[in-house]
C-alpha cells in the first residue's frame, strides 16, 4: 500500500485482547491515544517508551502525528498494540523502514 507523505497512514495493532486503530501523518511530534496525550493515558514511564520506540528506532522523533484509538486490555497491552500500529504505519509510509524496524522486533504479531 503506497501512499504520500501528505495523508494519514492507518494501521491496526494487536496485542492479548487489546486493539489500536493507529494514524499516523507528518507533523511535529504529537501523540494522542484516545483523545487524550499519550503520557496522560499510560502515566508509567515504562508505557510511555513503549509508544515512543517506534519513532525513536528509525530516527524520526518529532516529525510525525499519531493518533491511536485503543480499545479492551489491560494498559500494558494497550501501549503494546499502539507501538506495534505506529510500527505498522511507519512502515508502510516507506518500505526501507520495514528491516530496521522487522530487526528490532517491533512489526512481530501477538501469537
Do not use: H, W
Request: hydrophobic share 40%; charged share 25%; net charge positive.
Amino acid at each position: 500500500m503506497a501512499s504520500t507523505q501528505t495523508a494519514k497512514t492507518y494501521a491496526t495493532g494487536k496485542r492479548k485482547n487489546a486493539v489500536a486503530r493507529v494514524y499516523v501523518k507528518p507533523g511535529t511530534g504529537v501523540i494522542t491515544v484516545n483523545g487524550r496525550p499519550y503520557d496522560k493515558y499510560f502515566p508509567r514511564a515504562a508505557s510511555q517508551l513503549l509508544v515512543q520506540q517506534p519513532f525513536e528506532m528509525i530516527e524520526v522523533m518529532g516529525r510525525y502525528d499519531a493518533e491511536a484509538n485503543v480499545a479492551c486490555g489491560g494498559r500494558a497491552a494497550q501501549a503494546y498494540s499502539v507501538r506495534f500500529g505506529i510500527a505498522r504505519a511507519l512502515a508502510a509510509m516507506d518500505g526501507e523502514r520495514r528491516s530496521p524496524l522487522k530487526k528490532a522486533g517491533l512489526l512481530t504479531r501477538d501469537a
